[in-house]
T-cell receptor, first 112, second 115 residues
């Protein structure tokens, strides 16, 4: 059974600091998603990584994918309070957006 | 261009009752997936509809059923509600499967509370 594990599950950091969230998955897949969720809200798509070695950046967030290691990372640079949210990675093993498996999420709090 | 819409926003039901949730996909999308997100957890895939048929189903009992209409909108029905069905139900739409299109957009969700 496909498993998706994120760590850490909780992350508290100071503004201006850097940190990395890790997403490991247990089966072959070249399609990995990162989402952001604010409390009580829906999921906002951040990145879609489609191949080994893919790297995407948007503002202070950068995501990468290593399909051989079955690992994706979400790197936060110089965190700001507005980045406080829960971040999920998700794997799409069927390449059809069906049966996507989500990690448990990383709850990020950025303190001023 | 309207994104994915869901109704209602919130719903309170009693154990044993039945509920229907509705979803309209983003313009240009013909595939709808439903997810259940319990508090503090990641979303879990319930099922996906395409061409008015259920294409794939996650590990959910038969109490969970769905339907897709010719205009691509979809309904999620849950019978014999249990307290454990309390969750945020998310609908996601995407383009036709197999076209190597990977975008998937989530709706705002319906918060279901079972008492």
């Amino acid at each position: 059974e496909l498993k998706v594990e994120q760590n850490p599950l909780f992350l508290s950091m100071q503004e201006g600091k850097n940190y990395t969230i890790y997403c490991n998955y247990s089966t072959t897949s070249d399609r990995l998603y990162w989402y952001r969720q604010d409390p009580g809200k829906s999921l906002e798509s951040l990145f879609v990584l489609l191949s080994n070695g893919a790297v995407k950046q948007e503002g202070r967030l950068m995501a990468s994918l290593d399909t051989k290691a079955r690992l994706s990372t979400l790197h936060i640079t110089a965190a700001v309070h507005d980045l406080s949210a829960t971040y999920f990675c998700a794997v799409d093993p069927g390449y059809n957006n069906n049966d996507m498996r989500f990690g448990a999420g990383t709850r990020l709090t950025v303190k001023p | 261009d309207a994104g994915v819409t869901q109704s209602p926003t919130h719903l309170i039901k009693t154990r044993g009752q039945q509920v229907t949730l509705r979803c309209s996909p983003k313009s240009g999308h013909d595939t709808v997936s439903w997810y259940q997100q319990a508090l503090g957890q990641g979303p879990q895939f319930i099922f996906q509809y395409y061409e008015e048929e259920e294409r794939q189903r996650g590990n959910f009992p038969d109490r969970f059923s769905g339907h897709q209409f010719p205009n691509y909108s979809s309904e999620l029905n849950v019978n014999a509600l249990l307290l454990g069905d309390s969750a945020l139900y998310l609908c996601a739409s995407s383009p036709t499967p197999g076209q190597e299109k990977y975008e998937q957009y989530f709706g705002p969700g319906t918060r279901l509370t079972v008492t």
